[in-house]
T-cell receptor
């Protein structure tokens, strides 16, 4: 059974700092891994989708990496801003059909 | 450019009342999902529909029913609401096969059962 873990559960950093969020999964037989952002009281916004054939995916100040063999993904945020404050979730679809298994999320706070 | 649309956004029910949460997507996705999100429990899958005409139970299906009305629409019904069903409900959709099964979520329905 696929399990997804995100550490740390919460993170507070000063503005401008580069940071890394971690995601680990137990079953490496995945098609892809997806990172989401959730603002308080809002829905989930898709940030990046990394396909299993890729090692990295970039969007603006965000860079996500995937290492299937070790069951790990990281989300790198460069030059963090207060507007980056949100909960970040990673998720994997273990089989065809795409139903996602979510980690518990990392709550990020970027202080001005 | 609507993506996934859920209605209603907020709802208060009395215990024992019934209601249907509506979800529609305009991305021609085959697969659709219903999740609930509770503090400390994360996102949990209630039901999903891999393709039009099929539905399957997720982690927490008890007390819910679903209908995949057509390719666009997937509804969630609470037949007799209970306080334990107070939660935020999210609908999502994605492609079914292949590596590009990027999922998109609606804005959620905040349900309170009193």
């Amino acid at each position: 059974k696929q399990e997804v873990t995100q550490i740390p559960a919460a993170l507070s950093v000063p503005e401008g700092e580069n940071l890394v969020l971690n995601c680990s999964f137990t079953d490496s037989a995945i098609y892809n891994l997806q990172w989401f952002r959730q603002d308080p009281g809002k829905g989930l916004t898709s940030l990046l989708l990394i396909q299993s054939s890729q090692r990295e995916q970039t969007s603006g100040r965000l860079n996500a990496s995937l290492d299937k063999s070790s069951g790990r993904s990281t989300l790198y945020i460069a030059a963090s801003q207060p507007g980056d404050s949100a909960t970040y979730l990673c998720a994997v679809p273990p089989q065809e059909g795409g139903k996602l298994i979510f980690g518990q999320g990392t709550e990020l706070s970027v202080k001005p | 450019n609507a993506g996934v649309t859920q209605t209603p956004k907020f709802q208060v029910l009395k215990t024992g009342q019934s209601m249907t949460l509506q979800c529609a997507q305009d991305m021609n996705h085959n697969s659709m999902y219903w999740y609930r999100q509770d503090p400390g429990m994360g996102l949990r899958l209630i039901y999903y529909s891999a393709s039009e005409g099929t539905t399957d139970k997720g982690e927490v299906p008890n007390g819910y029913n679903v209908s995949r009305l057509n390719k666009r629409e997937f509804s969630l019904r609470l037949e007799s609401a209970a306080p334990s069903q107070t939660s935020v409900y999210f609908c999502a959709s994605s492609a079914y096969r292949g590596m590009n099964t990027e999922a998109f979520f609606g804005q959620g329905t905040r349900l309170t059962v009193v």
